[in-house]
């Protein structure tokens, strides 16, 4: 095993017959919880997914009497203990696995324009992904508002799409730059868009001070662990030259609650867990920044969006990756849309301001 991977929630799954993953349920759904074991079973399954069966079932309702053990068992210590362990592996053995899967692959569901793998802000019920993300990528443009000249860093880049809206506005790239733990990420934004992107982690990465007028990042903090946010917070604050603003988007629990289900996010995610939004507020505020504008957003139509556009593309997905990988990616837009519709999520956005 690698630096400190752990036996649990491993990063591959294997195909599984049918007889074979029946009999692994039961062992799964003890330690680990239904759903996890739930979505494992379709996970494994050799063959694609029947799409749209896969989505009734997972974001249906279930009866009162399952949701209450999805939701307990397993019981906190034995959830906390699992995930702890977890919890100590290096990010970049979790960052790989979800996004060092092919960029093509990522191609076919992305929008097309900006290929952003974030929240889009759906106005009306009948906008296409592709004006959704533009009006996302417009509404963080003014929340960011960078103007030529100012030095602008974004924390967890990916495809470079909020890089690109920047420099359309301001032309200058010299001043960009970027940060992703995902070398694919890095090589397509190198040989496709020419931006400054560094293989690095934004958490363990030591910041010169006072060296940037606007941090941001879109999407990439649900990756900090509970732990790392207040130091993090801390440090993002000193990189910031006094007057210096943050625009963070991501998504966090409503509550502190952890509930069961949050195990299955290792399926998807191994090594990160989503965190309480009051602990960020708490973490930003402690590290002195000014919370100036905050807005709530539904991540609901993009993970259908995904999801559409993946379906109608299995033919060329199933050339790029293995069928569990389309499989963990069908499940995960369904999952994930099934967590937010249930209200444990929650998509924010937030303008924080260092003093001058
Ligand atoms: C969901 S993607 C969002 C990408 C992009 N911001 C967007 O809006 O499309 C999360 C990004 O955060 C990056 N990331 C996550 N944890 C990281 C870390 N510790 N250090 C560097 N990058 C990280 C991933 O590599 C990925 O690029």
């Given at each position: 095993?690698?630096?400190?991977r752990t036996?649990f929630?491993?990063?591959?799954?294997?195909?599984?017959?049918?007889?074979?993953?029946?009999?692994?349920?039961?062992?799964?759904?003890?330690?680990?919880?239904?759903s996890?074991?739930?979505?494992?079973?379709?996970?494994?399954?050799p063959?694609?997914?029947?799409?749209?069966?896969a989505w009734?079932?997972?974001?249906?309702?279930?009866?009162?009497v399952?949701?209450f053990?999805?939701?307990?068992?397993?019981?906190?210590?034995l959830?906390w203990?699992?995930?702890?362990a977890k919890?100590?592996?290096?990010?970049l053995l979790?960052?790989s696995?979800?996004y060092?899967?092919s960029n093509?692959f990522?191609?076919?569901?992305l929008?097309?324009?900006y290929?952003?793998?974030t929240c889009?802000?759906?106005k009306?019920?009948d906008?296409t992904?592709?004006?959704?993300?533009?009006h996302?990528a417009?509404h963080?443009?003014?929340?960011i508002?960078?103007?030529?000249?100012?030095?602008?860093l974004e924390?967890?880049?990916?495809w470079?799409?909020?890089?690109?809206?920047?420099y359309?506005h301001?032309?200058?790239k010299e001043?960009?730059?970027?940060i992703t733990?995902?070398?694919?990420q890095?090589?397509?934004?190198?040989?496709?868009?020419?931006?400054?992107?560094e293989?690095?982690?934004f958490?363990?990465?030591q910041?010169?001070?006072?060296?940037?007028?606007?941090?941001?990042?879109?999407?990439?903090?649900?990756?900090?662990r509970p732990?790392?946010?207040?130091p993090l917070?801390?440090k993002?604050f000193?990189?910031l030259?006094p007057?210096?603003?943050?625009?963070h988007?991501?998504?966090?629990?409503v509550t502190?609650e952890?509930?069961?289900t949050?195990?299955?996010?290792?399926?998807?995610?191994?090594?990160?867990i989503?965190?309480a939004?009051?602990d960020?507020?708490?973490a930003?505020?402690?590290?002195g920044?000014?919370?100036?504008?905050?807005?709530?957003?539904?991540?609901?139509p993009?993970l259908?969006?995904w999801?559409?556009?993946?379906?109608?593309n299995?033919k060329?997905?199933?050339?790029l990756?293995?069928?569990?990988?389309?499989n963990?990616?069908i499940?995960f837009?369904a999952a994930?849309w099934?967590y937010?519709?249930?209200g444990?999520g929650?998509?924010?956005?937030?303008v924080?301001?260092k003093?001058?």
């Amino acid at each position: 095993m690698g630096p400190g991977r752990t036996l649990f929630f491993p990063e591959r799954h294997c195909p599984v017959n049918l007889l074979g993953r029946s009999l692994l349920f039961p062992c799964e759904a003890l330690p680990y919880g239904i759903s996890y074991a739930y979505l494992n079973f379709l996970i494994r399954s050799p063959q694609p997914l029947d799409e749209e069966r896969a989505w009734r079932e997972i974001t249906g309702s279930v009866p009162p009497v399952i949701g209450f053990v999805r939701d307990h068992w397993p019981l906190r210590p034995l959830r906390w203990w699992l995930l702890q362990a977890k919890l100590r592996q290096d990010h970049l053995l979790g960052i790989s696995a979800h996004y060092d899967v092919s960029n093509e692959f990522y191609e076919l569901f992305l929008d097309k324009k900006y290929m952003f793998y974030t929240c889009a802000d759906f106005k009306r019920s009948d906008d296409t992904l592709e004006q959704a993300q533009q009006h996302k990528a417009d509404h963080i443009l003014g929340l960011i508002d960078p103007k030529p000249g100012e030095k602008i860093l974004e924390l967890g880049c990916g495809w470079g799409a909020m890089l690109k809206r920047i420099y359309e506005h301001t032309g200058d790239k010299e001043n960009l730059s970027g940060i992703t733990l995902s070398q694919e990420q890095v090589k397509f934004n190198k040989e496709r868009n020419g931006f400054q992107v560094e293989f690095d982690n934004f958490i363990t990465r030591q910041y010169q001070p006072q060296a940037y007028d606007v941090i941001y990042s879109i999407g990439a903090w649900e990756h900090v662990r509970p732990h790392e946010i207040a130091p993090l917070a801390k440090k993002v604050f000193d990189a910031l030259k006094p007057g210096g603003r943050a625009v963070h988007h991501y998504f966090c629990r409503v509550t502190p609650e952890l509930f069961a289900t949050a195990i299955c996010s290792q399926l998807y995610f191994p090594g990160s867990i989503g965190s309480a939004y009051v602990d960020n507020m708490k973490a930003f505020e402690g590290a002195g920044f000014r919370i100036t504008a905050r807005s709530i957003h539904d991540y609901r139509p993009t993970l259908r969006a995904w999801f559409d556009n993946l379906v109608a593309n299995r033919k060329r997905a199933l050339e790029l990756v293995d069928v569990q990988t389309y499989n963990r990616y069908i499940t995960f837009f369904a999952a994930s849309w099934k967590y937010f519709d249930e209200g444990r999520g929650m998509l924010v956005r937030w303008v924080m301001q260092k003093p001058a």
